[in-house]
């Protein structure tokens, strides 16, 4: 509800007519007056146009408004009283309405400053954001690879969702994550994760290695000094994959995070670990070593790769998305492509507007 009452406002900012329902108001606000009977005063509805400018129009424009207000007030005053002038009445009413017009500029003033400093602090963050998720090549070795992500609604939607690739010489490793928390903090420890990651891989280290160096990576990370009492209690949840070229046994770690979904033949079933690790960056809850799962992927099957933005969305009446259910039933869905394009658009049907937290998506096909 929140994003349409913005989406309302940034139309009638970006409206050129908008300027015109002002103007109106002081014509009718006059000639009424003009027109009506000595004991009744109009005079005091001229405020509504600066105020109604002020929702849409920026200081300038507000001044304008508030300026013709008090020439408005003025102009009654001539037709009504033509033998005294400015009455008392009159002049209270000018002065209301100039001071009025002067908060009503000082406010859209500093409102301005406002929208323009969140305006560049979200194009940083988006920025940033955007660096660490880099859209996925469609071809990765064997692999047919598409990624989304999504955003939340505009009061949250800078958020540490993440995911990422990378080579070895013999198969293609595989990160989604989703950092706790939102915001530039939250953006600039996936971004770690992500190049921690990809470090790693270029290193050669096994699956266990690497799930115990993006661990490691984070508790560094959190150990830097820091005032936030939200840094000190930041994790991420993460599930690794190692897809081989040439055999299609993968090996899996899930680390506090939702399982993949494998679609094969119409049917969806989760990849279970057989031993969840805990997120990364509880160091002390680290296991010892980090245990592989195993898991089939063949020629032919999609495997579906998710945040928990996609499964707690809600539709209007509090009901979670039924990410698995949906899937066994797009079985015309030609590709990793189609698949995430069905998703997206039966998602936006499904919550009726935007989310309320991010989401990334990645889905995988083995084509050979």
Same mark, same amino acid.
């Given at each position: 509800?929140?994003?349409?009452?913005?989406?309302?406002?940034?139309?009638?900012?970006?409206?050129?007519?908008?300027?015109?329902?002002?103007? @109106?108001?002081?014509?009718?606000?006059?000639?009424?007056?003009? +027109?009506?009977?000595?004991?009744?005063?109009?005079?005091?509805?001229?405020?509504?146009?600066?105020?109604?400018?002020?929702?849409?129009?920026?200081?300038?424009?507000?001044?304008?408004?508030?300026?013709?207000?008090?020439?408005?007030?003025?102009?009654?005053?001539? &037709?009504?009283?033509?033998?005294?002038?400015?009455?008392?009445?009159?002049? @209270?009413?000018?002065?209301?309405?100039?001071?009025?017009?002067?908060?009503?500029?000082?406010?859209?003033?500093?409102?301005?400053?406002?929208?323009?400093?969140?305006?560049?602090?979200?194009?940083?963050?988006?920025?940033?954001?955007? &660096?660490?998720?880099?859209?996925?090549?469609?071809?990765?070795?064997?692999?047919?690879?598409?990624?989304?992500?999504?955003?939340?609604?505009?009061?949250?939607?800078?958020?540490?969702?993440?995911?990422?690739?990378?080579?070895?010489?013999?198969? +293609?490793?595989?990160?989604?994550?989703?950092?706790?928390?939102?915001?530039?903090?939250?953006?600039?420890?996936?971004?770690?994760?992500?190049?921690?990651?990809?470090?790693?891989?270029?290193?050669?280290?096994?699956?266990?290695?690497?799930?115990?160096?993006?661990?490691?990576?984070?508790?560094?990370?959190?150990?830097?000094?820091?005032?936030?009492?939200?840094?000190?209690?930041?994790?991420?949840?993460?599930? &690794?994959?190692?897809?081989?070229?040439?055999?299609?046994?993968?090996?899996?770690?899930?680390?506090?995070?939702?399982?993949?979904?494998?679609?094969?033949?119409?049917?969806?079933?989760?990849?279970?670990?057989?031993?969840?690790?805990?997120?990364?960056? &509880?160091?002390?809850?680290?296991?010892?070593?980090?245990?592989?799962?195993?898991?089939?992927?063949?020629?032919?099957?999609?495997?579906?790769?998710?945040?928990?933005?996609? +499964?707690?969305?809600?539709?209007?009446?509090?009901?979670?998305?039924?990410?698995?259910?949906?899937?066994? @039933?797009?079985?015309?869905?030609?590709?990793?492509?189609?698949?995430?394009?069905?998703?997206?658009?039966?998602?936006?049907?499904?919550?009726?507007?935007?989310?309320?937290?991010?989401?990334?998506?990645? @889905?995988?096909?083995?084509?050979?």
């Amino acid at each position: 509800m929140s994003q349409r009452f913005a989406d309302l406002h940034r139309s009638m900012r970006e409206s050129n007519w908008m300027p015109v329902v002002p103007l @109106a108001w002081l014509v009718i606000i006059v000639v009424a007056d003009a +027109t009506s009977p000595p004991d009744i005063h109009l005079g005091p509805l001229l405020v509504a146009a600066p105020a109604i400018t002020a929702s849409f129009g920026g200081p300038r424009l507000t001044a304008l408004i508030a300026f013709l207000s008090v020439v408005a007030q003025a102009l009654i005053a001539v &037709l009504r009283e033509r033998e005294q002038l400015f009455s008392a009445n009159h002049q @209270a009413q000018v002065y209301s309405l100039i001071l009025v017009g002067v908060c009503l500029v000082i406010f859209c003033s500093v409102q301005e400053h406002r929208a323009q400093e969140l305006s560049q602090v979200r194009y940083v963050a988006e920025t940033a954001q955007q &660096l660490a998720l880099r859209p996925l090549p469609e071809r990765i070795g064997p692999l047919r690879v598409a990624s989304l992500y999504l955003a939340a609604e505009a009061e949250a939607r800078i958020g540490g969702d993440l995911y990422a690739a990378a080579r070895t010489p013999t198969s +293609t490793r595989l990160i989604i994550g989703d950092v706790r928390g939102k915001g530039m903090s939250a953006v600039g420890d996936a971004t770690l994760l992500v190049g921690a990651f990809r470090a790693a891989v270029r290193a050669r280290t096994g699956m266990a290695e690497t799930a115990a160096f993006l661990d490691e990576s984070v508790v560094w990370n959190l150990g830097e000094p820091s005032d936030t009492e939200q840094t000190r209690e930041t994790f991420i949840t993460a599930s &690794l994959l190692d897809i081989p070229d040439e055999d299609n046994s993968c090996g899996l770690i899930v680390c506090g995070h939702p399982p993949p979904l494998l679609l094969r033949k119409g049917h969806v079933a989760p990849v279970e670990p057989h031993l969840p690790a805990p997120p990364l960056g &509880l160091g002390e809850m680290a296991p010892a070593e980090y245990r592989v799962d195993a898991f089939e992927l063949e020629a032919g099957d999609l495997l579906v790769l998710y945040t928990d933005g996609i +499964t707690e969305a809600r539709d209007p009446a509090g009901r979670f998305y039924p990410l698995a259910e949906r899937m066994t @039933a797009w079985t015309d869905c030609s590709g990793p492509d189609a698949l995430l394009k069905q998703l997206r658009r039966d998602l936006t049907h499904h919550v009726g507007g935007p989310l309320g937290d991010d989401a990334a998506v990645i @889905a995988v096909e083995r084509v050979t």
